[in-house]
T-cell receptor, first 116, second 113 residues
Framework: AQTVTQSQPEMSVQEAETVTLSCTYD???????LFWYKQPPSRQMILVIR??????QNATENRFSVNFQKAAKSFSLKISDSQLGDTAMYFC?????????????FGTGTRLTIIP | DGGITQSPKYLFRKEGQNVTLSCEQN?????MYWYRQDPGQGLRLIYY???????QKGDIAEGYSVSREKKESFPLTVTSAQKNPTAFYLC????????????FGDGTRLSIL
């Protein structure tokens, strides 16, 4: 079974600063997918970024980027030029590359607060 | 606009009562999922369905039941056997192939009276 660990329950940074959220996972699979989801106070889950394990290049989406270290089983999220709207819970999630079984395993989340 | 609609937004259950949470999607997605969210525990998978008339148990299926009679609908029933039903419930859907990410609804908060 896969496990996902987010060791930072809460973080806060000043607006416009850069912040990194950590995520580690445990799996015996070689091919898989990793995701970061954002859950603002409205409680809707929003996909932030996605990484395929077979790709060595780190994924980026505007101000969001990841540092994917496959050997270390680490998948951190970096938010650059943080904005007040980035305040949310952030969840790291794992999906096996197994057709017909696209289940997500989530970490416990990191509550990020952007301070004006 | 395409999306996932969960209803109601808030739901209250009396002891011994079954309640059903609705989840409808118009994204033409094959796969649908139900998650439970408790404080400090992230999301845990209850049930999922890859295709109409078929579904599988997730990690915490006890005390819950589902049906998938139509592609766009995946209702979740919280039965009286679920002794701790107070939680936030999220429904999600995905294309079900090519490992596409899941899209989520806005959730239903269930509380015990």
């Amino acid at each position: 079974a896969q496990t996902v660990t987010q060791s930072q329950p809460e973080m806060s940074v000043q607006e416009a600063e850069t912040v990194t959220l950590s995520c580690t996972y445990d799996t015996s699979e070689n091919n898989y997918y990793l995701f970061w989801y954002k859950q603002p106070p409205s409680r809707q889950m929003i996909l932030v970024i996605r990484q395929e394990a077979y790709k060595q290049q780190n994924a980026t989406e505007n101000r969001f980027s990841v540092n994917f270290q496959k050997a270390a089983k680490s998948f951190s999220l970096k938010i650059s030029d943080s904005q007040l709207g980035d305040t949310a819970m952030y969840f790291c999630a794992f999906m096996k590359q197994n057709f017909g079984n696209e289940k997500l395993t989530f970490g416990t989340g990191t509550r990020l607060t952007i301070i004006p | 606009d395409g999306g996932i609609t969960q209803s109601p937004k808030y739901l209250f259950r009396k002891e011994g009562q079954n309640v059903t949470l609705s989840c409808e999607q118009n994204l033409n997605h094959d796969a649908m999922y139900w998650y439970r969210q408790d404080p400090g525990q992230g999301l845990r998978l209850i049930y999922y369905s890859q295709i109409v008339n078929d579904f599988q148990k997730g990690d915490i299926a006890e005390g819950y039941s589902v049906s998938r009679e139509k592609k766009e609908s995946f209702p979740l029933t919280v039965t009286s056997a679920q002794k701790n039903p107070t939680a936030f419930y999220l429904c999600a859907s995905s294309i079900g192939r090519e490992r596409q990410p899941q899209h989520f609804g806005d959730g239903t908060r269930l509380s015990i009276l």
